[in-house]
Structures are given as structure tokens and as C-alpha cells.
């Protein structure tokens, strides 16, 4: 598991298709603060970054300005990193309607 880590950092292998999170430390200059009072049902987080879609529609040229899109992932527990293949991405609308 993760844990309950109070900075990540995210991963992101183009070849793969791959994002990747892990928890890390606070001297990490590549590392993100979570911010707890953001978390929604205990386990989800939500990340707004205009910098973060702009690297993955290099990966991900149909992904489209102004949409919000969901990716659905698993945790390797061994590793203590999230996995989420960017093939399985879908647009907030779609996923909504399968919840």
C-alpha cells in the first residue's frame, strides 16, 4: 500500500503508457504535498494540473483541452506504487455514467 503519505511524486513512462504514483519525502524536489482536507471517501484524491495534461496528451494525443478524464488503477503493494495504464483512461462524462 501506499500508506498515508504526505508528499508523492508522479511517475509518467511514455513506452509503457504507464503513471505511476508514490509516496515520498518532503525534501523531494520532484515530490507533491497532499493535501488531506481534499480527500473524498478516505482513498480518492483529485489532482488539477495543466502541466500534468499537457505531458500526457503526449503520450495521449486524444485526450481533449477542457475535459476531466478518470483513470482507474491498482496498487502494488510490494512496491508501494499506484499503477494506472493510460489506455484505460475515461472521460469524466463516461465515467460517471458507469458509476
Excluded at 482536507?37 to 480518492?44: A, F, I, R, V
Excluded at 495521449?60 to 510490494?78: F, L, P, V
Aim: hydrophobic share 35%; with cysteine.
Amino acid at each position: 500500500m501506499l500508506g498515508d503519505p504526505d508528499f508523492i511524486q508522479l511517475l509518467v513512462n511514455p513506452n509503457s503508457g504507464l503513471l505511476a504514483i508514490k509516496g515520498t519525502i518532503p525534501e523531494d524536489h520532484l515530490g507533491l504535498k497532499v493535501h488531506k482536507q481534499l480527500l473524498t471517501d478516505g482513498n480518492c484524491y483529485e489532482i488539477h494540473s495543466k502541466e500534468l495534461m499537457k505531458t500526457l496528451q503526449k503520450v495521449r494525443s486524444d485526450w481533449q483541452n477542457n475535459h476531466s478524464y478518470r483513470i482507474y488503477g491498482k496498487c502494488n503493494e510490494k512496491s508501494g506504487i499506484a499503477l494506472f495504464a493510460m489506455k484505460d483512461i475515461v472521460q469524466m462524462e463516461d465515467a460517471l455514467a458507469h458509476d
